[in-house]
């Protein structure tokens, strides 16, 4: 019983298109993230939701957009995709936004070509 | 701005030795230091934190840390390195402060323990 899931684990696609990534966390944690790690590991936060209230959005391209229907759902929407954006990304929760003890699921692998 | 350094990318150990894997952080404020393990094609685990308290914690598979404050270091240590062990580790640190909730990665250290 998978406590952090993410859908699909590979996806490969064309430069332009638009893809989506879902996540849902059955921990019932107050607090998800999207995380992206680069080819070289280097791991980076890009967005933080709160039961459903953005609360952490770093300098990402507009092109990437979360939504949050419920406090145990997280999903990641990236329109017209870039080389650049090919990478693993990670969705992850913790029980309340004051601890640093998150709990990542396998990662979703995005190659772009 | 908050940072955390970790000066090796790859940490080589002999099976039984003991290990350290280096980390020294960067943050306005008191810190909130944690360490993370990621196993190939895996996410990353929780290993253990700092928050305040004792400045040696423990945490899973036997590994602690050291918290130091005057060198603001949080180093991962091990007595007896088992092969298991061979990952990639992320230290990571936040603020204490309410409104401080962005968790900053290191790089990593390959950490790879020889039979």
């Known amino acids: 019983d998978t406590a952090v899931s993410q859908t699909p684990k590979y996806l490969v696609t064309q430069m332009g298109n638009d893809k989506s990534i879902k996540c849902e966390q059955n921990?019932?944690?107050?607090?998800m993230y999207w995380y992206k790690q680069d080819s070289k590991k280097f791991l980076k936060i890009m967005f933080s939701?709160?039961?459903?209230?953005?609360?952490i959005n770093e300098t990402v391209p507009n092109r990437f957009s979360p939504k949050s229907p419920d406090k145990a759902h997280l999903n990641l929407h990236i329109n017209s995709l870039e080389l650049g954006d090919s990478a693993v990304y990670f969705c992850?929760?913790?029980?309340?936004?004051?601890?640093?003890?998150?709990?990542f699921g396998e990662g979703s692998r995005l190659t772009v070509l | 701005a908050q940072s955390v350094a970790q000066p090796e990318d790859q940490v080589n150990v002999a099976e039984g030795n003991p290990l350290t894997v280096k980390c020294t952080y960067s943050?306005?404020?008191?810190?909130?230091l944690f360490w993370y393990v990621q196993y190939p094609n895996r996410g990353l685990q929780f290993l253990l934190k700092?928050?305040?308290?004792?400045?040696l914690v423990k945490g899973s598979y036997g590994f602690e840390a050291e918290f130091n404050k005057s060198q603001t270091s949080f180093h991962l240590k091990k007595p007896s390195a088992l092969v298991s062990d061979s990952a990639l580790y992320f230290c990571a640190v936040r603020g204490a402060n309410f409104g401080n909730e962005k968790l900053t990665f290191g790089t990593g250290t390959r950490l790879t323990i020889i039979p």
């Open positions: 992850a929760s913790s029980p309340t936004r004051n601890t640093g003890e998150l709990f």
């Open positions: 939701y709160n039961n459903k209230e953005l609360i």
């Open positions: 700092y928050i305040t308290g004792d400045n």
């Open positions: 943050v306005s404020g008191n810190p909130y």
């Open positions: 921990l019932g944690h107050d607090t």
